[in-house]
């Protein structure tokens, strides 16, 4: 089973700001197979990034991503308000036994 | 327009079964796989395992095999999670999503559904 961590666990920003978050898998992940995930508090996680770069429908272009391996990042440059949430990073290169990253809070300083 | 829609809130007490469901629409359903994901108070997300609907086909993730059943009955476009015997640890939300294998990213997420397993 591929264990991905994330960090850093927490990161405060302002808005406006730019936001690297970055995931880090055990093993490398088969091909793009690689997605983050945006969650708000009550509700389900939405799908931002599949195929390690590509970004999902109606997603701003703010939120990208690249990465292989065994080494992913997720930037957002100019933080908006409605970005402070919490992140995971998902593999799904050895399918159908996925694997999460335990998250990154992003928070407002 | 592809929905998952789960069941209700379930309070139930350790030692109880328990069975929820995710009913899907706006799509065909055996062509796509249904996976269960939990997320424990105040924790991240963990995949439990997935289930084929079109041949019952179902795969676990280790630290799930033997804890929970998937399936699916194809006739009324349902997927079910089960629980034979509930413990206190299993209290937390359980959201199914869509997928296909060969493309496992989850864009069809139910809206959760909050099991709690207290005495």
């Known amino acids: 089973e591929i264990v991905l961590t994330q960090s850093p666990g927490t990161l405060s920003l302002s808005p406006g700001e730019r936001a690297t978050l970055s995931c880090r898998a055990s093993?490398?992940?088969?091909?793009?197979?690689f997605a983050w995930y945006q969650q708000k508090p009550g509700r389900a996680p939405r799908l931002l990034i599949y195929?390690?770069?590509s970004r999902a429908t109606g997603i701003p272009d703010r939120f990208s991503a690249s990465g292989s391996g065994t080494d992913f990042t997720l930037t957002i440059t100019r933080l908006e308000p409605e970005d402070f949430a919490v992140y995971y990073c998902?593999?799904?290169?050895?399918?159908?036994?996925?694997?999460f990253g335990q998250g990154t809070k992003l928070e407002m300083k | 327009e592809v929905q998952l829609v789960q069941s209700g809130a379930e309070l139930k007490k350790p030692g109880e079964s328990l069975k929820i469901s995710c009913k899907a629409s706006?799509?065909?359903?055996?062509?796509?796989?249904i996976g269960w994901v939990r997320q424990m108070p105040g924790k991240g997300l963990e995949w439990m395992g997935a289930?084929?609907?079109?041949?019952?086909?179902?795969r676990y993730s280790p630290s799930f095999q033997g804890q929970v059943t998937i399936s699916a009955d194809r006739s009324i476009s349902t997927a079910y999670l089960q629980w034979n015997s509930l413990r206190a640890s299993d209290t937390g939300i359980y959201y199914c999503?869509?997928?296909?294998?060969?493309?496992?990213?989850?864009?069809?997420w139910g809206q959760g559904s909050l099991v709690t397993v207290s005495s």
């Open positions: 998902q593999q799904y290169g050895s399918s159908p036994a996925y694997s």
């Open positions: 999503v869509r997928f296909q294998i060969a493309v496992g990213w989850l864009k069809y």
């Open positions: 093993q490398s992940v088969r091909g793009t197979s």
């Open positions: 195929d390690a770069s």
């Open positions: 289930v084929q609907p079109g041949n019952s086909d179902t």
């Open positions: 706006g799509y065909n359903f055996i062509t796509y796989w």
